[in-house]
């Protein structure tokens, strides 16, 4: 039980786009990019609207596979808790939008690079879109 504390060290969010973020980047994470059952979840969620956080998670993935000067560590899409990559990355896409200082430090850190602009741009789409969609990824 220790072990898997370890290598997971975080529970998922409670919060629903926050869960749903979490899901569809582990699935693209694991299967690419053009995962079905990603693009499926994000339509369930979002309907006729679903295209443009679909388009805007894909960028952000490639943007952080690219970018990444090591390996990223993603669970299964069934584990309850979260890796600490994963923790940082729905962070950083979370508070894009109201702190944008922490997010710039968390993706830094997360890829091993002093400047993630490419990154940070993708993760303000992707928040501004599940907030114009009715779902935005953090509360207060």
Avoid: W
């Avoid at 339509?43 to 295209?51: D, H, S, V």
């Avoid at 000067?69 to 940082?88: K, L």
């Avoid at 962070?91 to 939008?97: D, G, L, S």
């Amino acid at each position: 039980m220790k072990r898997a504390v370890q290598a997971l060290p975080h529970v998922q969010p409670d919060h629903a786009p926050a869960r749903l973020l979490l899901f569809a980047m582990r699935r693209m994470g694991a299967n690419g990019l053009h995962d079905a059952v990603a693009a499926h979840a994000l339509f369930t969620t979002f309907g006729p609207g679903f295209r443009r956080p679909l388009t805007l998670l894909r960028t952000l993935m490639a943007e952080i596979s690219s970018s990444s000067t090591g390996s990223i560590r993603i669970a299964p899409p069934c584990c309850c808790r979260m890796t600490a990559d994963e923790s940082a990355m729905v962070e950083c896409v979370a508070r894009i939008t109201t702190r944008p200082d922490r997010s710039a430090l968390i993706a830094a850190d997360l890829v091993g690079r002093r400047d993630p602009g490419g990154i940070l741009i993708a993760a303000a789409a992707l928040a501004t879109a599940f907030e114009d969609l009715g779902a935005p990824l953090y509360r207060d």
